[in-house]
């Protein structure tokens, strides 16, 4: 039996999960708050006073691809903090880029952040995300996230929870459903109950 933490970033995305009667594990739950920086210190003072054997982060995303539908549910296996750096006329340029972190040493690894979660067996589709600050809802934003990093998806705390687990040599597992198309906040195309069902039951799945 495994101590497994589920971090949501915000009451709505937590609110209707319920733990399967079937479940074999210890399950508590945390409320980061949204947000990077909230993600990061709820979670690490949660790490250094529970100790916990795996850290599960579920929640809704937004999509850069077509090839997955609102509603869909997908492992994160490396998010990066894509907004911190500086942006020019042209382009993005992250810290290290400009020099100003080495993403070969400690505490970066890299500029990705990536994750493994052995303990837990599941088959969804792995992909790249990147966590900003702002939620992307212009077109030409989106394109610049899409030019630098390429990702899958976008969250506000996905890397928060990737870096507190790799600083704490913690397991970590990264789901997240598609609620909408990143760049348009037409929120009439949004679904999040939909997305959040969906989200529900791949956790309980994993928690079996």
């Given at each position: 039996m495994a101590r497994i933490v589920v971090i949501f970033a915000s009451p709505l995305e937590a609110q209707g999960f319920k733990i399967p009667p079937d479940c074999t594990h210890q399950v508590e739950f945390l409320i980061s708050g949204v947000g990077a920086y909230?993600?990061?210190y709820s979670l690490h003072e949660y790490c250094v006073r529970n100790s916990p054997d795996i850290i599960?982060?579920?929640g809704i995303a937004g999509s850069f691809s077509e090839n997955y539908e609102i509603g869909q549910v997908l492992s994160v296996n490396r998010d990066c903090f894509a907004d911190v750096g500086v942006q020019n006329e042209t382009d993005f340029q992250s810290i290290f880029d400009m020099n100003l972190a080495n993403p070969q040493q400690a505490p970066f690894v890299s500029s990705w952040l990536p994750i493994e979660c052995a303990q837990l067996?599941?088959?969804l589709p792995q992909v790249s995300a990147i966590t900003v600050n702002s939620i992307t809802a212009t077109g030409t934003q989106r394109?610049?996230?899409l030019k630098k990093y390429n990702p899958a998806i976008e969250t506000m705390e996905g890397a928060a929870v990737h870096y507190v687990a790799l600083q704490q040599n913690i397991p970590c597992l990264h789901l997240r459903a598609i609620s909408n198309m990143v760049g348009e906040r037409n929120k009439s195309k949004w679904n999040?109950?939909?997305a959040l069902g969906n989200l529900y039951e791949e956790l309980g799945k994993v928690l079996i």
């Open positions: 909230a993600t990061q599960i982060n579920a067996s599941h088959s394109n610049v996230w999040i109950p939909f």
